[in-house]
T-cell receptor, first 113, second 114 residues
Framework: AQSVTQPDIHITVSEGASLELRCNYSYGATPYLFWYVQSPGQGLQLLLK??????LVQGIKGFEAEFKRSQSSFNLRKPSVHWSDAAEYFC???????????FGTGTRLKVLA | GAGVSQSPSNKVTEKGKDVELRCDPI?????LYWYRQSLGQGLEFLIY????????KSGLPSDRFSAERTGGSVSTLTIQRTQQEDSAVYLCASSLAGQGETQYFGPGTRLLVL
């Protein structure tokens, strides 16, 4: 079955530390890939997306993600986390030719001062 | 310009009652999506509109759920005979036409069924 997995439910990092949030998908073909962030009291906001081409994608707020076809992964990274990055992060996919977005269950990020 | 708005922001209802949730998309956005976010869960796709048509209703959990969109703008999600398991945050998003266009999400409607 088609699925998106975010293995880490919670992650805690210190401010200034690097961050990597994992996302794996299970599809026969390469889907379109997205990362969204949901801050407390705010709606979901798109961080970045990958359709094709360069496998390293730059997004807003200093985030980047790398698509690895061999691992069916699309991990989100940030070199230095800020306290304002504390939020919940969702990976999502949509298959080419469809409009049904599949979201992962999210990773809640806590940032220690 | 205004973003996606949803009303009400919170709704408490009794089991068995019907509820209507409203979504006002960004002007000019022809695509509209409804999702459900339950506690500790990701977003569950419910339905997608392109204009007033819903080519994909596969995510609606049961025949108690229905949605419509009029004038290519406002959409209403209706839940009939609500059950406690319907308690969740219902999110609406809109985008320009075209697959993979950025979805802009509303703040959601938090539904509690007692």
């Amino acid at each position: 079955a088609q699925s998106v997995t975010q293995p880490d439910i919670h992650i805690t990092v210190s401010e200034g530390a690097s961050l990597e949030l994992r996302c794996n998908y299970s599809y026969g073909a390469t889907p379109y890939l997205f990362w969204y962030v949901q801050s407390p009291g705010q709606g979901l906001q798109l961080l970045l997306k990958y359709f094709s081409g360069d496998t390293l994608v730059q997004g807003i707020k200093g985030f980047e993600a790398e698509f690895k076809r061999s691992q069916s992964s699309f991990n989100l990274r940030k070199p230095s986390v800020h306290w304002s990055d504390a939020a919940e992060y969702f990976c999502a996919v949509v298959l080419s030719g469809t409009y049904k977005y599949i979201f992962g269950t999210g990773t809640r990020l806590k940032v220690l001062a | 310009g205004a973003g996606v708005s949803q009303s009400p922001s919170n709704k408490v209802t009794e089991k068995g009652k019907d509820v209507e949730l409203r979504c006002d998309p960004i002007s000019g956005h022809t695509a509209l999506y409804w999702y459900r976010q339950s506690l500790g869960q990701g977003l569950e796709f419910l339905i997608y509109f392109q204009g007033n048509s819903a080519p994909d209703k596969s995510g609606l959990p049961s025949d108690r759920f229905s949605a419509e969109r009029t004038g290519g703008s406002v959409s209403t999600l209706t839940i009939q005979r609500t059950q406690q398991e319907d308690s969740a945050v219902y999110l609406c998003a809109s985008s320009l036409a075209g697959q993979g266009e950025t979805q802009y999400f509303g703040p959601g409607t938090r539904l509690l069924v007692l």
